[in-house]
């Protein structure tokens, strides 16, 4: 009796160690060990036997029994037990119950020891995948500490203490080397399930992780007085993140910097000397764009909204300070603004206006058949086209100095006539293309349109009808970190987005696609008739 108690007794004292060393539950470890005693007990009494064995985790107990169904027919005498016989041992017994009968402890062989351990070990490997994912699960996005264990084929495998996670040599500091023993920290950026158990990626080179190092060393930031907006990074070389302040009494790029830059210093320090620009950010594009091309003094910008592109003037001797080495300044300020950034020098922009100065006056001279002065003279009063001269007032182009009236009606009609030769030029072209005349009234749609759409392949509306709005004004894909613009068919027409759309949905209504009534949005219900509905 004695060698029976100490096997109780170390029974539970196992489950309790490998509880305790794995860090989960004992009672997951005492199931375990009941279906490894469930599976042995099966090869001994057959394998279709129902057998069950449960352990007492106070006393360490084991009591094994086989369930039987209770059947009217027997078909099986190994898992089914007549009504008559169950009723014997339960008075209650119903078809379709399961009576308990006990079964005598086992002799256990080799064989079926060893089967046992395989299953314990399966099972308790499983508990333990599922606790680690469970724990990292809800950590994504944090810093964590841990010792390098390993390192195999320059990815680092890191002890975390209660996990393993792995640092991939593409999510490394350029030049890092890491030794085993070496304390390391970094981001957890992803914890994925798999087949060998749960994944736990860290990476040191995600703009986050320099996030969450200046939270750590930023009580303003850690406090939500200072927020970070965006982070971009060359990993190793240099970075710019842009901070705002919720309190204008408190100065974000100060309270980053820190007293003689400790706080940046200790931040640089961790990511292997990474330079740091702390900016601040603006919601005026143009200004948060000045401010990330720092250290580069900038004299003018020109925005393009609806392809998110700017345009940079730098002094001349500022250009390579803006680019920076390789294109890494300017490149950086991309990524943070989320805008694509053309830098010109004051001399570039200077040669590109009396380049277009110089196209606007020739086109005025061979258009309207004048002398370079009056085509000097246009251009300089801001008319940048033949068909802004055709439909201005005719008292406009009169009160220009020089003009008088007669001369600023001969100047209309001549643009008016040159503009119906074109549209002539342009119709025929349209005819030769095999464009239907019908597409030519739908809303928007212009003659010089109407050519594009023929050499594109579009020639009836409900050619245009099946576009898409990205088909007529391109898109902008994320591509590296920047942005790339795929071009439209009607690129260069100036035409808005809300536009095209407008066009589309016209072509798709002359189509008899979509009811006109769908278009028009519901009036408004009169004033007196919403506060009623309110009242009510």
Known sequence: MAAVSANRLELLQIAEAVAREKSIDKGIVIAAMEDAIQKAARSRYGSETEVRAEINPKTGELRLSRLLLVADQIENEATQISLEEARRKNPAAQPGDYIAESLPPLEY?????????????????????????????????????????????????????????????????????????DRVRAYVYDVRREPRGPQIFLSRTHPQFMAKLFAQEVPE??????????????????????????????????????????????????????????????????????????????????????????????????????????????????QLTGWDIDILTEAEESERRQKEFAERTNTFMEALDVDEMVGQLLSSEGFGSIEELAFVPVQELAGIEGFDEETAAELQTRAQEYLAKIEGEIDAKRKELGVADELREVPGVTSKMLVTFGENGIKTVEDLAGCATDDLVGWVERKDGENV????????????????????????????????????????????????????
């Open 109 to 181: 062989g080799r064989i079926a020891a060893q089967s046992a351990k395989q299953v314990i070990v399966q099972k308790v490997r499983d508990a333990e995948r599922d606790r680690q994912y469970q724990e990292y699960k809800d950590r994504i996005g944090e810093i964590v500490s841990g010792v390098v264990k390993r390192v195999e084929y320059g990815n680092v495998v890191v002890d975390l203490g209660r996990g393993e996670a792995i640092v991939r040599r593409d999510e490394l500091l350029p030049r890092e080397i890491f030794r085993n023993g």
């Open 485 to 536: 613009r795929q071009p439209g068919i009607l690129d260069g027409f100036g035409l808005e987005r809300d536009q095209a759309e407008t066009m589309v949905m016209q072509a798709r209504v002359k189509a008899g696609w979509v009811d006109a009534a769908a278009l028009t949005p519901p009036e408004a219900p009169p004033a007196e008739e919403a506060e009623e509905k309110a009242e009510g």
């Open 221 to 334: 930031i850690y406090d939500s007085i200072v927020e970070i907006r965006a982070v971009a990074r060359d990993p190793g070389s240099r970075a710019k993140i842009a901070v705002i302040s919720r309190d204008s009494s408190v100065d974000p790029v100060g309270a980053c910097v820190g007293m003689r830059g400790s706080r940046v210093q200790a931040v640089v320090n961790e990511l292997a000397g990474e330079k740091i620009d702390i900016i601040l950010w603006s919601e005026n594009i143009a200004t948060f764009v000045v401010n990330a091309l720092a250290p580069a003094e900038v004299v003018k910008v020109v925005l393009d909204e609806t392809r998110e592109r700017i345009e940079v003037v730098v002094p001349d001797a500022q250009l390579s300070l803006a680019i920076g080495r390789r294109g890494q300044n300017v490149r950086l300020a991309s």
